[in-house]
């Protein structure tokens, strides 16, 4: 007998079909869509600051970024990072996939594209020093969805997984919490012969198992995020208050009511009544048909199984169907104080995979939504396309983006290249001598010298992380930015020589950059005027 050797064809032919075409379509979209960021260096102003570091930790409750961060190195390299962001993303995928029971080969594309080229991960990887462990903080939560669905005790080892996303990044809870009720809802329309039953058309209705497995779900979250609470607060026991992350978990029930309506709200304004700035009109337009396909298939679906027969089941499946776009607005109510971005919106991507799973659902011969004949055809042919539609301007948003920052780095290094060259040619500076750029473009009056020619950029004003000219050019970010990208000597200049230097009448009284005698020595520093600030008022 002759044993088989081949461990790693072994390995794949236990994997599904379908799995597989699902990881390699992420995994190659992924490399398609953000190829411009992986080929480049496009840093934002978090970037430029953490580029050797995963930025902040214990102290906003990620306490996980530290032990993740090293996997793939602590350098912002973006290739590097990248790959191993898409890797993971792509496993998501995969889970997601397996998680909601599609079997499709139409879904095993459909999801993986929605999940690498939704916009949030476009945000991610502005944030390249930390994309790597955001990847992985949405792989947890989606392998806690999966294993809760899939395994009857799989809620240990859920609980952990999620406990440990949100040490990476809190709002993935929302994914793993939106994943759990799409799977409730596809669960309502399974229609299976009951055990023991033999008579023709005599079937069971999966309201009551639904009804339990969306009460241990429930809990599940709940036990989740109170055991992350309570490591969190243990870890570090004042977390930062920043974006409302001191008041994670802790709910007032007085408010529960609006915070609801606020987080349905939310998501309405981003597919339909007031979208993101980076939504052009016929995105917009595939946003509304991708909200009235779900709502078509939910109604469609209510009629078919004639739920208004069951009162108790008809109620459960609106419960359901309502539950999903509250858990995708959700963080509004786990974070009510937060300044809510793109990148804690990722769970918005179920929208676009609950609609491909009704499709899949729908088109199933046996029991599904359509009589034979071509309208199936048609309609799945529809459904297909505006999701890949959707996946196109995904892209073609995602690369304007990605060359809009590099537009606004190159501007911003000649524009340091330009103000060293002036220091280093001022009568009297010596090499490593103090110097300091001082005026913040955010309170002057003087028009931006590099914005002048905008390019469109508000557009993404709305895509958290993209890098325009203005945050590349703050107090926070110059220090760095020279040191790491013009490559000089930068000597510390305390704040309080910054605010004596600004107090002083010789100060007051020099012209702003590019002017002559802006560069001046006060308080033996040599000062760079950028602009005149407007005091704030």
């Given at each position: 007998m002759t044993?088989?050797t081949?461990m790693i064809?072994?390995?794949l032919?236990?994997i599904?079909?379908?799995?597989r075409?699902c990881?390699?379509?992420g995994f190659l979209?992924g490399l398609?869509?953000?190829a411009?960021m992986?080929?480049?260096?496009l840093?934002?102003?978090d970037?430029?600051?953490?580029?050797?570091?995963y930025?902040?930790?214990?102290?906003?409750?990620?306490?996980f970024?530290?032990?993740?961060?090293p996997?793939?190195?602590?350098w912002?390299?973006?290739?590097l990072?990248?790959?191993?962001?898409v890797t993971?993303?792509?496993?998501a995928s995969?889970?997601?996939l397996s998680a909601?029971d599609?079997?499709?080969?139409?879904s095993?594309?459909?999801v993986?594209?929605?999940?690498?080229?939704?916009?949030?991960?476009?945000s991610?990887f502005?944030?390249?020093?930390?994309?790597?462990?955001?990847a992985?903080?949405?792989?947890?939560?989606?392998?806690a969805?999966?294993?809760?669905?899939?395994?009857?005790?799989?809620?240990?080892?859920?609980?952990?997984?999620?406990v440990f996303?949100?040490?990476l990044?809190q709002?993935?809870?929302c994914?793993?919490?939106?994943?759990?009720?799409?799977?409730?809802?596809?669960d309502?329309?399974?229609?299976?012969k009951a055990?023991g039953?033999d008579?023709?058309?005599?079937?069971?209705f999966?309201?009551k198992k639904?009804f339990?497995?969306?009460?241990?779900?429930?809990?599940?979250?709940?036990?989740s995020?109170a055991?992350?609470s309570?490591?969190?607060?243990?870890i570090?026991p004042e977390l930062?208050s920043?974006?409302?992350?001191?008041?994670?978990g802790r709910?007032?029930?007085?408010?529960?009511?609006?915070?609801i309506?606020?987080a349905?709200?939310?998501?309405?304004?981003?597919?339909?009544?007031?979208?993101?700035?980076?939504?052009?009109?016929?995105s917009?337009?595939?946003?509304?048909i991708?909200?009235?396909?779900a709502a078509?298939?939910?109604?469609?679906?209510?009629?078919?199984?004639r739920?208004?027969r069951?009162?108790?089941?008809a109620l459960?499946y609106?419960f359901?169907a309502?539950a999903v776009?509250?858990?995708?607005?959700?963080?509004?109510?786990?974070?009510?104080d937060?300044?809510?971005s793109m990148?804690?919106?990722?769970?918005?991507v179920?929208l676009?995979i609950?609609?491909?799973?009704?499709l899949?659902?729908?088109l199933r011969k046996e029991?599904g939504l359509?009589?034979a004949?071509?309208?199936?055809g048609i309609?799945g042919l529809?459904?297909?396309?505006?999701?890949?539609?959707v996946?196109?301007e995904?892209?073609?948003?995602?690369?304007e983006a990605y060359?809009r920052?590099?537009?606004?780095?190159?501007?911003?290094?000649?524009?340091?290249?330009?103000?060293?060259?002036r220091?280093e040619s001022t009568?009297g500076?010596?090499?490593?001598?103090?110097f300091?750029?001082v005026?913040?473009?955010?309170?002057?009056?003087?028009?931006?010298?590099?914005?002048s020619y905008?390019?469109?950029?508000?557009?993404?004003?709305d895509l958290?992380g993209?890098?325009?000219?203005?945050?590349?050019?703050?107090?926070g970010v110059r220090?760095?930015?020279m040191k790491?990208?013009?490559?000089v000597?930068?000597?510390d200049?305390?704040e309080?020589t910054?605010e004596?230097?600004?107090q002083?009448?010789?100060?007051r009284?020099?012209?702003?950059y590019?002017?002559?005698?802006?560069?001046?020595?006060?308080?033996?520093?040599?000062?760079?005027?950028?602009?005149?600030?407007t005091?704030?008022?």
């Amino acid at each position: 007998m002759t044993q088989n050797t081949d461990m790693i064809r072994e390995f794949l032919g236990k994997i599904p079909a379908r799995i597989r075409w699902c990881f390699c379509t992420g995994f190659l979209s992924g490399l398609l869509i953000h190829a411009y960021m992986f080929a480049n260096k496009l840093p934002n102003w978090d970037d430029i600051n953490n580029v050797g570091t995963y930025g902040v930790g214990s102290e906003f409750g990620r306490w996980f970024l530290k032990y993740v961060n090293p996997l793939d190195g602590i350098w912002s390299v973006p290739w590097l990072g990248g790959l191993f962001a898409v890797t993971f993303l792509a496993f998501a995928s995969c889970l997601v996939l397996s998680a909601l029971d599609l079997k499709s080969l139409t879904s095993a594309v459909l999801v993986p594209l929605m999940m690498l080229s939704f916009p949030s991960v476009c945000s991610m990887f502005t944030f390249m020093f930390t994309a790597d462990c955001y990847a992985v903080g949405i792989f947890l939560a989606c392998a806690a969805a999966w294993l809760i669905r899939r395994y009857r005790y799989g809620f240990l080892a859920g609980i952990a997984l999620l406990v440990f996303s949100l040490g990476l990044y809190q709002a993935y809870l929302c994914l793993a919490m939106g994943i759990l009720v799409c799977g409730l809802f596809l669960d309502m329309l399974r229609e299976e012969k009951a055990e023991g039953q033999d008579r023709p058309g005599e079937k069971s209705f999966p309201e009551k198992k639904v009804f339990l497995d969306g009460v241990k779900s429930f809990l599940v979250l709940l036990v989740s995020v109170a055991v992350y609470s309570f490591a969190a607060r243990q870890i570090f026991p004042e977390l930062d208050s920043y974006n409302g992350l001191s008041q994670m978990g802790r709910i007032d029930p007085v408010r529960l009511p609006r915070l609801i309506l606020r987080a349905y709200r939310w998501v309405a304004e981003y597919f339909i009544l007031k979208p993101y700035t980076f939504v052009n009109g016929f995105s917009q337009v595939l946003n509304v048909i991708t909200c009235l396909l779900a709502a078509a298939f939910v109604i469609a679906w209510f009629v078919k199984k004639r739920l208004w027969r069951r009162p108790a089941a008809a109620l459960l499946y609106l419960f359901l169907a309502a539950a999903v776009p509250l858990a995708m607005g959700s963080i509004i109510i786990m974070a009510p104080d937060a300044s809510v971005s793109m990148l804690m919106l990722y769970q918005y991507v179920l929208l676009y995979i609950f609609v491909a799973a009704l499709l899949e659902r729908s088109l199933r011969k046996e029991d599904g939504l359509f009589a034979a004949g071509r309208f199936p055809g048609i309609v799945g042919l529809f459904v297909t396309i505006v999701l890949l539609l959707v996946g196109y301007e995904n892209f073609v948003v995602t690369n304007e983006a990605y060359f809009r920052m590099d537009i606004a780095y190159e501007r911003a290094y000649a524009y340091y290249n330009r103000i060293m060259e002036r220091i280093e040619s001022t009568e009297g500076y010596q090499p490593g001598d103090a110097f300091a750029l001082v005026g913040e473009y955010g309170l002057s009056e003087t028009p931006d010298l590099l914005g002048s020619y905008s390019m469109d950029g508000e557009r993404f004003d709305d895509l958290s992380g993209v890098a325009r000219e203005t945050g590349l050019l703050t107090s926070g970010v110059r220090h760095n930015f020279m040191k790491i990208y013009i490559g000089v000597k930068m000597p510390d200049v305390s704040e309080e020589t910054l605010e004596a230097i600004r107090q002083t009448e010789e100060y007051r009284n020099m012209p702003s950059y590019p002017a002559e005698g802006c560069v001046r020595k006060i308080l033996d520093v040599w000062v760079v005027k950028t602009c005149e600030e407007t005091p704030a008022k």
